[in-house]
């Protein structure tokens, strides 16, 4: 029996989002944003300072439509990942892109981490963000 109620709105039923945004605090908010900018090279699409007690950036994934926020709180914005299996995972199926990315990634001292899943084995690298988030960048596409 479907206990849900008709009259609901889903996404299905037109109520699609224009843009969805990934946000998370930090206590590390320069090492993580040259994490994710400066070597995973997110595009910078607009960033805050003070709006009552917090800062933050918002980075693309790549462009508006969907985004990261990383944000700071002047009393502290501790957020260490829950588990190594929590993943934001990056498709580049352009070997050559691939390639450059991982190069410049490991240059930068951001040495690939093991996944906990083993999935992730032989197709692409994993890394491990400031706070403990993991990053996978895959070689192949996802779905």
Known sequence: MNTQSKSSLTLT???LPVQ????RPTD???EVVAFYHGGLGLPELDRFEGHDGYSGIMLGLPGREVHL???EHRDGSPCRAPSQ???LVLYITDQTA???LNR?????GHAPVEPENPYWLGRSFTYEDPDGWRVVVCRETGI
């Open 28 to 30: 590390k908010f320069q």
């Open 69 to 71: 926020e990383f944000t």
């Open 20 to 23: 969805v945004r990934f946000a």
């Open 85 to 87: 299996d929590n993943l």
């Open 13 to 15: 039923d037109g109520a």
């Open 104 to 108: 410049h990634m490991q240059a930068l």
């Open 98 to 100: 691939y390639d450059r």
